[in-house]
């Protein structure tokens, strides 16, 4: 079984999202050029051969979920794999230079999970939702939303595990 980012539940909002503490954690990235659907797909395959080995010391690393996708721009996506779970681990330098490596800190988010495939318009519909939660509640956004996918493709619609999420504060 595939390790999950860790988190804790700190509320749960009447519409369903989830308030989350997460706490620092290690990611590999890559941008790509593409759009929310193609993003993920273009971006898989340099953060794959880094976990499989391609990377200066020849380490494979387990994969883990869920992939993240945040949005930098037009056509413009983030992929991120978030290392395996291990407090004090140092991890290799990446061989390709597309590839970084980077700690992101402790956070607050929101997020609204939703089942099915990944298209478009089924994210776009979540992030308003979403938006709309986060407005209504507590709470104040604090950057863009971006999304995760937590299952390869293998897995039927109905049954793919996705979330939109956004960086909170209390308001």
Do not use: C
């Not at 380490?59 to 883990?64: H, L, N, Q, V």
């Amino acid at each position: 079984m595939v390790e999950q980012q860790r988190y804790d539940v700190m509320e749960t909002l009447p519409s369903g999202v989830e308030i989350r503490s997460y706490p620092e954690h290690q990611v590999i990235s890559v941008d790509v050029r593409g759009g929310l659907s193609d993003a993920g797909n273009i971006g898989f395959g340099p953060l794959v051969s880094y976990i499989s080995g391609y990377n200066l010391s020849g380490e494979k690393i387990a994969m883990t979920a869920p992939v993240i996708q945040a949005p930098e721009g037009t056509d413009q996506h983030r992929i991120s794999f978030v290392l395996p779970d291990k407090p004090g681990a140092t991890w290799p330098e990446p061989a390709d230079p597309r590839v970084t490596l980077e700690t992101k800190p402790r956070s607050l988010v929101a997020a609204l999970g939703f089942r099915g495939y990944w298209r478009e318009s089924h994210v776009v519909e979540h992030e308003g939702k979403l938006q709309r939660a986060v407005e209504g509640s507590g709470y104040r956004a604090v950057g863009e939303p971006y999304f995760a996918r937590y299952n390869p493709p293998s897995v039927p619609g109905m049954f793919r595990r996705n979330e939109v999420l956004v960086a909170v504060t209390p308001a």
